[in-house]
């Protein structure tokens, strides 16, 4: 059950009013219908009214991958490409903020590619597809890509290399259909693991492709986020990345 409709399961499941439903939870009347009126509830009310209505909450931390992270970030370093997305990351962006310390422009800029990074790591994106092959055979990659028929854009290494950021990371290809890609790279990868992946087909958000660039057929991701997404495929391309970031800037 989507735990945003569990205050209405709870009315309707237990065909109470809101005086004996505020009884059987423990709740005071003023919080409940507060709830019961869509504002967000505290995790503790909200696991009294799951088993006020017969269920319970099972909750799981799990690696966060979020695209609206790296908007955050694109948005704050006044990348105007993202600009279409921006009020959607209006929540990441006062995140960013409460996680970057105060410091030189160019280290709060390195700070935030860094925080988004982690925060948006195309690697643990639920529906990613991780393989292993030749990820460095890029002509094989154009022609998947092209052929999906989709969007789609190289991050990871092929990125890193076109700006001769040395890193040993797998590829990224964004796209909206990783298993489409799949079925065509079928014949050139088996399937991986993920951490022991050459290549990890992606599920992309639009804003991935924002500023995106070709170079001899090559779509490449813009240059921000290359980098953003090189923080979130291990130590080694992080380190590269912000390496080469700290130079620039």
Known sequence: MDLQQLPTRARQ???LGATELAART??????LYRVLGGRPPRIDDLRELALACGFDIDAA???????????????ALGDPDVAEWSDSATAWRERLQRYVAAGSEADVQVAL????GRASAPAQREGSIHLRGDARYVDRLVSAGSASGDDWALSGWAALDAMEID????????????????????DSFRPGLAGLSDLILTPAHPSVFAGALEIDSVRLVAPIQAHIDAVGLGEAPRSAALAHLRRER
């Open 13 to 15: 499941a237990t065909l």
């Open 113 to 116: 590619i860094d925080e988004a």
């Open 26 to 31: 423990g709740l005071s009347r003023p919080t």
């Open 167 to 186: 890193a040993d990371a797998p590829t990224i290809l964004w796209t909206p259909e990783p298993r489409r890609v799949a079925q065509l790279l079928a």
């Open 61 to 75: 931390l799990i690696p966060v991958s979020d695209p609206l992270a790296a908007v955050a970030a694109r948005a």
